[in-house]
């Protein structure tokens, strides 16, 4: 899958069923190549240069299904 297709899918929070958002980077390990965490930007995107709060930064782990429209996790948000 590529980045591409990944950045337009909504990410979900399994626990509370919030809209995280969309993710905007991702993490690699430097050895293997493979992705350690994604990272969802936390707050409204058009002002998210006034705001304060940080990223959401999910480890590849708590990603437990990547479907055609949306990307569920398990995170304590």
């Known amino acids: 899958m590529r980045f591409s297709e990944l950045k337009s899918k909504d ?28 990272i969802v930007p936390s707050g409204n995107k058009f002002c998210n240069f006034f705001n304060t709060d940080p990223d959401y930064c999910i480890p590849y782990k708590d990603i437990k299904q990547i479907g055609p429209d949306i990307i569920i996790v398990d995170i304590c948000s």
């Open 11 to 38: 990410v979900i929070n399994l626990r509370d069923c919030k809209k995280l958002g969309r993710i905007c980077d991702l993490e690699f390990d430097e050895c293997s190549g493979k992705i350690c965490k994604v």
